[in-house]
């Protein structure tokens, strides 16, 4: 597979803009931080930052909510990465909800974003003063997103009014908060899931193989295909785990991501299948589908 030139502008320009941001904020806030999900978006996030910052180190720790239910491979990604990039790695995980034994089986899958993610989130932020957070988020993710700003403001309670929004004329952004305010940071806002992709081809940037297809133990469950990645997962009256080949476009919390059947198993085949599909890489998150407007609601209480 091979790049056009046309691409490759196109790539590098957005590349410019997302570390145009990245250096604005590092500039002007005292205390940021790096949201780290581990998947594919956050894996050219980190690459971006590191680029930024080059030959230095990152000027500022990453974050890891864990949930307890991520996918085995995430968690053991996450900690290779740090390894190989010595970053500066804080993992935050909600012990209420732990104690509470909080999971997506028992709970359902509101109940559970919002104490082991939202809440999780917002007890980081909270305990070591972040006053900026860098996520993955783009605007062609889902609609609530393509209305957020690149800047995107949070009242002391961390809570996103889509009401009140500040202006970003000609790439300027207003950097000004209060005491107990925030912001968070969207770098790759103007990036698609096919630039994405694109970029990590062409970057040669290291992910999770979770997003290349190959057999994996998958049950049919209210029309996603679910994998089994643990002893955990409680099998319904009727349902055994069957081997199919899938992959994922986007991951999250196993129970709660839907896999996609596909034999793409290398990157130009991934990426021929984005130029194919007219489906939203979304479409797999429970979380997502809780109810009308689920996520600028998630997103209003504090979510990523």
Same mark, same amino acid.
């Given at each position: 597979? &091979?790049?056009?030139?046309? &691409?490759?502008?196109?790539?590098?320009?957005?590349?410019?803009?997302?570390?145009?941001?990245?250096?604005?904020?590092?500039?002007?806030?005292?205390?940021?931080?790096?949201?780290?999900?581990? /998947?594919?978006?956050?894996?050219?996030?980190?690459?971006?930052?590191?680029?930024?910052?080059? *030959? /230095?180190?990152?000027?500022?720790?990453?974050?890891?909510?864990?949930? &307890?239910? %991520?996918?085995?491979?995430?968690?053991?990604?996450?900690?290779?990465?740090?390894?190989?990039?010595?970053?500066?790695?804080?993992?935050?995980?909600?012990?209420?909800?732990?104690?509470?034994?909080?999971? *997506?089986?028992?709970? /359902?899958?509101?109940?559970?974003?919002?104490?082991?993610?939202?809440?999780?989130?917002?007890?980081?932020?909270?305990?070591?003063?972040?006053?900026?957070?860098?996520? /993955?988020?783009?605007?062609?993710?889902?609609?609530?997103?393509?209305?957020?700003?690149? !800047?995107?403001?949070?009242?002391? #309670?961390?809570?996103?009014?889509?009401?009140?929004?500040?202006?970003?004329?000609? #790439?300027? !952004?207003?950097?000004?908060?209060?005491?107990?305010?925030?912001?968070?940071?969207?770098?790759?806002? #103007?990036?698609?899931?096919?630039?994405?992709?694109? !970029?990590?081809?062409?970057?040669?940037?290291?992910?999770?193989?979770?997003?290349?297809? %190959?057999?994996?133990?998958?049950?049919?469950?209210?029309?996603?295909?679910?994998?089994?990645?643990?002893?955990?997962?409680?099998?319904?009256?009727?349902?055994?785990?069957?081997?199919?080949?899938?992959?994922?476009?986007?991951?999250?919390? !196993?129970?709660? &991501?839907?896999?996609?059947?596909?034999?793409?198993?290398?990157? *130009?085949?991934?990426?021929?299948?984005?130029?194919?599909? %007219?489906?939203?890489?979304?479409?797999?998150?429970?979380?997502?589908?809780?109810?009308?407007?689920?996520?600028?609601? %998630?997103?209003?209480?504090?979510?990523?």
């Amino acid at each position: 597979m &091979t790049s056009s030139i046309s &691409t490759v502008t196109h790539l590098k320009q957005l590349e410019a803009e997302s570390i145009h941001i990245f250096r604005e904020v590092a500039a002007e806030f005292d205390n940021p931080v790096m949201l780290y999900s581990v /998947g594919k978006d956050s894996s050219v996030l980190l690459h971006l930052a590191r680029k930024a910052f080059a *030959p /230095g180190k990152i000027p500022f720790p990453l974050l890891h909510v864990d949930t &307890t239910w %991520k996918f085995q491979e995430m968690i053991a990604f996450r900690d290779k990465m740090a390894k190989k990039h010595e970053l500066d790695l804080l993992v935050h995980i909600n012990q209420d909800g732990v104690d509470m034994n909080i999971n *997506p089986f028992i709970h /359902g899958s509101a109940k559970h974003t919002d104490i082991m993610k939202t809440e999780g989130l917002k007890q980081a932020l909270n305990k070591y003063k972040f006053d900026a957070a860098f996520g /993955g988020a783009r605007r062609d993710e889902e609609k609530s997103r393509a209305k957020e700003r690149v !800047y995107s403001f949070r009242d002391e #309670n961390h809570r996103w009014d889509p009401k009140n929004q500040r202006p970003e004329l000609w #790439n300027i !952004y207003n950097s000004q908060i209060n005491k107990g305010e925030s912001i968070r940071v969207f770098p790759m806002s #103007n990036w698609t899931e096919l630039d994405i992709w694109q !970029y990590i081809y062409m970057e040669n940037i290291e992910i999770p193989s979770l997003y290349l297809a %190959k057999p994996r133990p998958v049950v049919e469950r209210d029309g996603l295909l679910i994998m089994v990645d643990d002893e955990r997962m409680p099998l319904k009256e009727g349902e055994k785990a069957e081997m199919r080949s899938v992959r994922f476009r986007t991951l999250g919390c !196993y129970p709660l &991501t839907g896999a996609v059947e596909s034999t793409a198993d290398t990157l *130009p085949e991934v990426i021929q299948e984005m130029l194919l599909t %007219k489906t939203s890489e979304r479409q797999g998150r429970v979380i997502d589908n809780d109810s009308s407007g689920s996520m600028e609601k %998630k997103k209003m209480e504090g979510y990523f």
